[in-house]
């Protein structure tokens, strides 16, 4: 290939006479110079183009340090991290943040026959490797709840309404509109005293007469309806004063119908959903069936049912009621006895908040907003604990139920996953640790924190709801450090009066009374486990005791990795 040479010619005077005028007007604009004066304009770099802009690079975030023994009380028995003040409640923490199990050596002096109870809490949401650790030599042997009659293997009828109430409603609803509709059409027409209607029973899938009995009118407007299946009402089965006392429970001014409305608002109202019955003139509806016919008390005790919220379909949902409705069994009214029939009293406030949280956070801010089974659970026993003083002094469902089933469930329900819904299991009982756990709060952050929890939809993860809540109530506070103290409470049985922190205190607020629950008045029915577990389960506890110690206590423990060794001393 020839390649061509371009010949330079010599340039003319006139292009010599630019190229100098153009180099002096550089030198007059401080391109150059050699008078040695600076340039009365500064000299800007030339970035060339998509050069990336480099920053420094940021430290790394120093690892956690290994936990050490601490105080996690003041004014306590705690004086310092290896010192006992000899009488009172001492607890100290060790926090292991890291992701590896660490020893944690021990050495508290100033024990005389006091007793240790040593408290592992995990504090996430993933299971850890429980290490070897000598367990407590049992005092006698371990005995099953008495609460595990009152399941009566109905978990299952449970389970399936549930699940229709977290999410098989949507399936149902239609599209949701874009505004909340208040059209009356198909408004139900208001039934009277001594009508009769036809209900269908959820628990055997059949359909019962029933008659009005009463009805009445709560302080804001809202119809209250009882109805009674014919076949029970007898003198020695509903009766008339039975009527009359859940009547008088849930309809009159400041009663359970005042307290759910002054907690959480509205059980219905406008809804943006084409299938739900309409959002007015819609009376409450309390229907007494005798649910299995099986002549004895307990199991499914109440129920509320968000299919009987939606219109009667015959190919998509035949079986409605077409209510705003809870359910309440017949025969343990009459054949339970005081405990049972107080419990049908607190279970139409449980129920109630059922149906009150399916409006609020399902129907008004969507599906996603339902709460998982376990706080979902745990929101209703919380409204148990606020209700009960109100309705019966002498009752309190967190003291009297939930808290005394879970620590002697099987072996305590201690190592039983928050996360987990397993009701009357094979070794957990998940109403007696969600009910404890939501009682304890109750106590420690208020009725404030508890009405924050019911309208927050800060997020769909119900774990993150509920550390939010505790959060905005107690800004230094979290999920974890409020589990912690539950876990050191619970498992050792605190005395009472705990210090500040710990504990189930009374508390009075809001025309609420919440009574103390001391747990060593509990200590002869405790039962621990004595196998130690492969995994320290999610937000979950495992106490192990150390009776009678006296001088210095001296102990090393192996703390999993991201948990928590509570030490209390009492």
């Known amino acids: 290939m020839t390649h061509k040479l371009r010949k330079l010619s010599r340039p003319s005077s006139a292009t010599v006479a630019m190229l100098l005028l153009m180099a002096g007007t550089l030198g007059a604009c401080g391109g150059g110079g050699d008078d040695g004066k600076q340039p009365s304009q500064p000299v800007t770099a030339t970035v060339p183009p998509n050069t990336p802009e480099v920053t420094p690079a940021e430290p790394p975030e120093p690892p956690p340090p290994p936990p050490t023994l601490a105080p996690a009380c003041t004014d306590c028995g705690a004086t310092d991290a290896n010192s006992y003040a000899g009488n009172g409640v001492g607890v100290w923490q060790a926090i292991n943040a890291t992701s590896e199990s660490h020893d944690v050596p021990l050495n508290i002096a100033g024990l005389d026959g006091q007793e240790v109870t040593l408290v592992l809490t995990n504090t996430t949401g993933i299971p850890k490797i429980m290490p070897t650790i000598a367990l407590t030599t049992p005092q006698a042997p371990t005995v099953a709840a008495s609460m595990l009659q009152w399941d009566h293997g109905v978990t299952s009828v449970k389970q399936q309404i549930a699940d229709f109430n977290r999410e098989g409603w949507v399936a149902l609803a239609g599209k949701r509109g874009d505004t909340p509709s208040y059209s009356i059409r198909n408004r139900r027409t208001l039934a009277a005293v ?35 299946e014919e076949s029970e009402s007898a003198p020695d089965r509903v009766s008339p004063a039975i009527l009359d006392s859940l009547f008088g429970s849930f309809t009159p001014a400041g009663r359970i119908y005042d307290m759910l409305k002054s907690i959480g608002g509205p059980v219905w109202g406008p809804h943006a959903y084409p299938n739900l019955i309409p959002a007015t003139g819609q009376p409450i509806d309390i229907v007494i069936l005798n649910f299995d016919r099986n002549g004895e008390p307990l199991g499914l005790l109440g129920y509320f049912h968000a299919r009987n919220a939606f219109a009667r379909d015959a190919t998509t949902n035949p079986h409605s009621n077409e209510s705003v409705s809870l359910y309440l069994d017949a025969e343990t009214l009459y054949l339970g006895g005081p405990v049972a029939f107080r419990e049908m009293h607190i279970t139409m406030a449980h129920e109630a908040m059922h149906m009150q949280n399916f409006y609020r956070r399902g129907v008004l801010r969507g599906p996603k907003h339902v709460f998982d089974r376990w706080l979902e659970e745990a929101s209703a026993m919380m409204m148990e604990d606020f209700a009960s003083q109100s309705i019966d002094a002498t009752y309190n469902a967190i003291r009297d139920v939930r808290f005394p089933n879970y620590i002697n469930y099987k072996a305590g329900s201690y190592n039983c996953s928050l996360l987990t819904w397993d009701p009357f299991g094979a070794a957990c009982d998940s109403y007696s640790v969600s009910g404890s756990l939501g009682g304890f ?20 993860d119900s774990v993150a709801v509920l550390d939010s809540s505790i959060k905005v109530t107690v800004p230094t506070s979290s999920l974890g450090e409020q589990l912690r103290r539950f876990a050191a409470t619970s498992g050792a049985l605190m005395k009472a009066p705990s210090p500040t922190g710990f504990g189930f205190p009374a508390r009075a607020e809001g025309g609420f009374t919440l009574p103390v629950i001391d747990p060593q008045a509990m200590v002869a029915s405790r039962t621990l486990t004595q196998s130690v577990p492969a995994t320290l389960q999610p937000y979950a ?16 423990v192996k703390v999993p990795a991201n948990s928590t060794l509570s030490v209390v001393i009492q």
Not at 443 to 458: T, W
Not at 548 to 554: D, E, F, I, K, L
Request: charged share 20%; no cysteine.
């Open 194 to 228: 001594n009508d009769t209607r036809n209900w269908y029973n959820e628990v055997d899938e059949t359909t019962r007469s029933a008659r009005l009995v009463r009805q009445g009118t709560t302080s804001d407007g809202t119809t209250v309806n009882f109805w009674l």
């Open 541 to 556: 506890s495992l106490p192990v005791v150390r009776k009678a110690v006296n001088g210095t206590y001296s102990e090393t």
């Open 441 to 460: 709060l109750d106590r420690q952050l208020g009725l404030g924190f508890y009405k924050h929890l019911l309208n927050n939809v800060s997020s769909t």
